[in-house]
């Protein structure tokens, strides 16, 4: 097949100061016609920049300034501005990572679509909206009509990315460039939007450029492959190759930090209960006025679960399934309407606003995004710190602890007078984890606390909690969407699908003879799953 886009020495340079003088160094890569070509690597390799370069979308401050980007014969890194408004769209179009940030929240989906057929065509209102609305029946949104109608916050975030797909495909471009297109969705959505663009591609021919950390998706996906390091590239070739046979020890990294989907041995735990949940549920009513309209939401329904103290219990489903509801629930960050939920012997629904906050200590919370709930003004130490502060302990010693807990999680002491975005990803989510354990908790409910993170990145904060549990005796709850994640360090797992607990059991049993319809559902829908399987049990210590 012949090329349709290709990159000659792709050189760009970054601002001074920066951590290293080259976002990208001398790239070389090619995209054929009609076929797929997975660009992999964690966060900072220079994939997504390799993507702001062919749109020429870079930064401030960030230039081209080696090598040629032919599309079609043409140099885009020498087009005009104006020579870029015409490609863009219409020659090479892209799906961003984030729909609810690239989509105009005032504006209808429809009116956003539209616009595609407003900018580069003379077609009228009528053959617009009719276009807009084919698109949308292209992507198998639910219901078109009324999506055409809905703004971006009315969408779930698979529709959104739909949205945004059939955006991208309005001007039937040569070439799609499609950025971590499924990074934030649940499996079920995640294999769904997969083989909606697989689909796309080999029924229109599609060139398309797809951009990922996970090399589960590349396993579901890819044509070939292109592997990035710190802008350069170390590796590509066909899909099967690079899988199955990866030359480049970063290659072998990462392909290493797959988690499997094989249970490993059954770990020994306590028979006495930690933390337990009778009846649990939590109804939620919002809309109209005066009660009319309004809109009841059973987020949590008589949900029943125990976590045995020194194991780890896991809690996943979809999107909606209420499993982060539960989380908050028993965390009392919102209060349940109905059940009992018993820290040891405690029933923490009969405590005082004053009892609750001193029980506090005893049960603590890692969110999904460490940026958004670490402080941006304070220090990291001094968030660290704060928890033992406002229980009575005085400034020297908190801070003495906080220099501590940097360490137990793998921080050096000595960042800790640094701010939160002085750090990366995962390190920030390790300070999430020092900030829980500073109270020194017997429960840790852990909501999603890597779903942001690159695949190895994960690795390293899961091999970080199942250490911390065998060292210091905790209890994890462990939320998540990712049932690769949940195989890695759970012990017990609950399936919930619409509020409810429709399966739980033994992580071994649960993954390896699932009862119900909705967990094999699941199951089938992991990225890669046969890959993950082929890679066998996991590496985590189970101690």
Same mark, same amino acid.
């Given at each position: 097949?012949?090329?349709?886009?290709?990159?000659?020495?792709?050189?760009?340079?970054?601002?001074?100061?920066?951590?290293?003088?080259?976002?990208?160094?001398?790239?070389?890569?090619?995209?054929?016609?009609?076929?797929?070509?997975?660009?992999?690597?964690?966060?900072?390799?220079?994939?997504?920049?390799?993507?702001?370069?062919?749109?020429?979308?870079?930064?401030?401050?960030?230039?081209?300034?080696?090598?040629?980007?032919?599309?079609?014969?043409?140099?885009?890194?020498?087009?005009?501005?104006?020579?870029?408004?015409?490609?863009?769209?219409?020659?090479?179009?892209?799906?961003?990572?984030?729909?609810?940030?690239?989509?105009?929240?005032?504006?209808?989906?429809?009116?956003?679509?539209?616009?595609?057929?407003?900018?580069?065509?003379?077609?009228?209102?009528?053959?617009?909206?009719?276009?807009? %609305?084919?698109?949308?029946?292209?992507?198998?949104?639910?219901?078109?009509?009324?999506?055409?109608?809905? =703004?971006?916050?009315?969408?779930?975030?698979?529709?959104?990315?739909?949205?945004?797909?059939?955006?991208?495909?309005?001007?039937?471009?040569?070439?799609?460039?499609? !950025?971590?297109?499924?990074?934030?969705?649940?499996?079920?959505?995640?294999?769904?939007? /997969?083989?909606?663009?697989?689909?796309?591609?080999?029924?229109?021919?599609?060139?398309?450029?797809?951009?990922?950390?996970?090399?589960?998706?590349?396993?579901?996906?890819?044509?070939?492959?292109?592997?990035?390091?710190?802008?350069?590239?170390?590796?590509?070739?066909?899909?099967?190759?690079?899988?199955?046979?990866?030359?480049?020890? =970063?290659?072998?990294?990462?392909?290493?930090?797959?988690?499997?989907?094989?249970?490993?041995?059954?770990?020994?735990?306590?028979?006495?209960?930690?933390?337990?949940?009778?009846?649990?549920?939590?109804?939620?009513?919002?809309?109209?006025?005066?009660?009319?309209?309004?809109?009841?939401?059973?987020?949590?329904?008589?949900?029943?679960?125990?976590?045995?103290?020194?194991?780890?219990?896991?809690?996943?489903?979809?999107?909606?399934?209420?499993?982060?509801?539960?989380?908050?629930?028993?965390?009392?960050?919102?209060?349940? !309407?109905?059940?009992?939920?018993?820290?040891?012997?405690?029933?923490?629904?009969?405590?005082?606003?004053?009892?609750?906050?001193?029980?506090?200590?005893?049960?603590?919370?890692?969110?999904? !995004?460490? =940026?958004?709930?670490?402080?941006?003004?304070?220090?990291?130490?001094? /968030?660290?710190?704060?928890?033992?502060?406002?229980?009575?302990?005085?400034?020297?010693?908190?801070?003495?602890?906080?220099?501590?807990?940097?360490? /137990?999680?793998?921080?050096?002491?000595?960042?800790?007078?640094?701010?939160?975005?002085?750090?990366?990803?995962?390190?920030?989510?390790?300070?999430?984890?020092?900030?829980?354990?500073?109270?020194?908790?017997?429960?840790?409910?852990?909501?999603?606390?890597?779903?942001?993170?690159?695949?190895?990145?994960?690795?390293?904060?899961?091999?970080?909690?199942?250490? %911390?549990?065998?060292?210091?005796? %905790?209890?994890?709850?462990?939320?998540?969407?990712?049932?690769?994640?949940?195989?890695?360090?759970?012990?017990?797992?609950?399936?919930?699908?619409?509020?409810?607990?429709?399966?739980?059991?033994?992580?071994?049993?649960?993954?390896?003879?699932?009862?119900?319809? =909705?967990?094999?559902?699941?199951?089938?829908?992991?990225?890669?799953?046969?890959?993950?399987?082929?890679?066998?049990?996991?590496?985590?210590?189970?101690?």
């Amino acid at each position: 097949m012949s090329a349709i886009l290709s990159i000659e020495g792709l050189t760009v340079g970054l601002p001074k100061g920066a951590d290293r003088p080259h976002a990208l160094s001398r790239v070389t890569l090619e995209l054929r016609a009609g076929e797929i070509l997975c660009v992999v690597g964690e966060s900072g390799s220079g994939k997504s920049m390799t993507a702001s370069a062919i749109l020429r979308l870079l930064p401030p401050n960030v230039a081209i300034e080696a090598g040629r980007i032919l599309f079609e014969g043409k140099d885009l890194a020498a087009a005009t501005e104006a020579e870029m408004r015409a490609i863009r769209g219409a020659g090479i179009a892209m799906i961003f990572q984030e729909p609810m940030t690239a989509l105009n929240p005032l504006r209808t989906i429809g009116d956003q679509i539209g616009e595609m057929f407003r900018i580069h065509t003379d077609l009228g209102r009528a053959e617009t909206d009719k276009r807009a %609305l084919a698109l949308l029946e292209d992507v198998h949104i639910p219901d078109p009509k009324l999506a055409m109608r809905a =703004y971006p916050h009315e969408l779930s975030g698979g529709q959104r990315q739909r949205a945004m797909i059939a955006m991208a495909l309005a001007l039937s471009p040569r070439v799609l460039i499609a !950025d971590e297109p499924t990074t934030a969705l649940d499996v079920t959505t995640q294999a769904q939007i /997969l083989a909606l663009i697989r689909d796309l591609q080999r029924r229109l021919g599609t060139a398309v450029l797809f951009i990922t950390h996970d090399f589960g998706v590349v396993a579901e996906i890819a044509d070939r492959v292109a592997v990035m390091q710190h802008g350069i590239l170390v590796e590509q070739g066909e899909a099967a190759e690079v899988l199955q046979r990866p030359q480049h020890a =970063y290659t072998q990294a990462l392909i290493a930090a797959v988690p499997p989907l094989t249970a490993p041995p059954p770990r020994a735990f306590s028979s006495e209960a930690i933390l337990r949940l009778e009846g649990v549920s939590k109804t939620y009513r919002n809309g109209g006025f005066f009660g009319r309209g309004k809109r009841v939401t059973r987020a949590v329904r008589d949900v029943s679960l125990v976590l045995p103290r020194g194991g780890t219990l896991g809690i996943v489903g979809e999107s909606g399934s209420g499993k982060s509801t539960l989380a908050r629930c028993i965390m009392h960050l919102v209060k349940p !309407d109905a059940g009992v939920i018993r820290l040891g012997d405690t029933d923490l629904a009969s405590l005082s606003p004053a009892q609750l906050r001193a029980s506090a200590k005893r049960i603590q919370m890692v969110f999904q !995004d460490p =940026y958004g709930s670490l402080n941006p003004r304070r220090r990291a130490g001094e /968030l660290v710190a704060q928890g033992p502060m406002v229980h009575g302990m005085a400034r020297g010693p908190a801070m003495a602890r906080a220099r501590e807990l940097f360490a /137990l999680v793998g921080l050096d002491p000595a960042a800790i007078d640094r701010f939160p975005h002085e750090f990366s990803g995962g390190q920030r989510q390790r300070i999430g984890i020092a900030r829980a354990l500073a109270l020194d908790p017997e429960v840790l409910v852990a909501d999603e606390p890597v779903s942001a993170l690159d695949v190895s990145v994960q690795a390293q904060v899961l091999k970080l909690l199942a250490e %911390l549990r065998a060292r210091l005796g %905790l209890s994890i709850v462990l939320i998540t969407h990712d049932l690769r994640v949940a195989v890695q360090v759970c012990d017990l797992v609950a399936v919930m699908k619409d509020g409810e607990v429709v399966e739980h059991g033994p992580i071994g049993r649960v993954f390896e003879a699932p009862e119900h319809e =909705y967990t094999r559902s699941l199951l089938a829908s992991v990225p890669g799953r046969d890959f993950a399987l082929a890679k066998g049990a996991a590496p985590l210590s189970r101690v």
